[in-house]
């Protein structure tokens, strides 16, 4: 009886929303036992999942609610030096950080269901994407559109810079897309402004499946299904 008594007390004792998850800086100059010490003693924390329209100000209003917060490194594009979907919360105090963990973790900020976890401590040159294109991997990996994350992926490979072809009832995001031209190193761009035809392969029957995909207000949807056709 007193095991079955002391399991219980050390359960209720625990507090799983604190509990160090799964993630890990990839490139930590360390062994994972060196790296897994930190988290444990880190007030530093690592914020995912954010919209690239959030703002530092934003995350300050909201995080700081739970603690003072000691500063905040925004997540940017390696390349184009733009906030790409995430950053650091840097607390004074383990116990501000927990607080965080246990009430900000899950919750929404800009419309995204926003994810926290223990960081081992920024260190320069980690508030960059490590993406090939320079944003973050998972975004050239996804195969939805994702407004909040820059539209559509791009399929890149050493071989080739164009976008992959949408398929029916997808839409490319308005703007630019690596269109791969002769006599470059780099891929061009092309936009639905320019008056170029960059759907002109398509059937009337895809074309239709398009826009009838189109995300976004009404008049942003027949803006883009104008252009189409």
């Known amino acids: 009886m007193s095991g079955i008594l002391s399991t219980t007390l050390r359960g209720l004792d625990s507090d799983s929303y604190c509990d160090l998850t799964l993630y890990r800086d990839q490139k930590f100059q360390g062994t994972n036992k060196i790296q897994e010490k930190a988290l444990k003693t880190s007030s530093t924390l690592y914020v995912g999942n954010l919209s ?14 739970c603690g003072d ?4 490194i925004m997540g940017l594009d390696n390349v184009k030096k733009t906030p790409c979907g995430f950053c650091f919360v840097d607390y004074y ?3 501000e950080a927990e607080h965080c963990m246990r009430y900000i973790n899950g919750t929404r900020l800009d419309g995204r ?5 223990w960081d081992a401590g920024f260190k320069e040159g980690r508030q960059f994407g490590r ?6 991997v998972r975004d050239e990996y996804r195969t939805d559109y994702d407004v909040g994350r820059g539209g559509f992926a791009y399929e890149n490979s050493s071989t080739a810079c164009a976008p992959k072809r949408p398929k029916a009832l997808d ?8 269109n791969g031209s002769a006599g470059s190193s780099s891929c061009a761009e092309w936009s639905f402004s ?8 398509f059937t009337l029957a895809e074309k239709s499946s398009l826009a009838l995909g189109l995300a976004g207000s009404a008049a942003e949807t027949l803006n883009r299904a104008n252009l189409l056709f």
């Open 171 to 178: 839409m490319p995001p308005v703007g630019t897309f690596g």
């Open 131 to 136: 993406g090939k294109t320079g944003g973050q």
């Open 113 to 117: 269901i926003i994810r926290t976890d």
């Open 93 to 95: 105090t383990r116990a």
């Open 194 to 201: 320019s008056g170029q035809n960059t759907f002109a392969s």
């Open 52 to 65: 690239f329209h959030t703002t530092e100000e934003q995350i300050h209003e909201l995080f700081s609610k």
């Open 69 to 72: 917060v000691k500063r905040i």
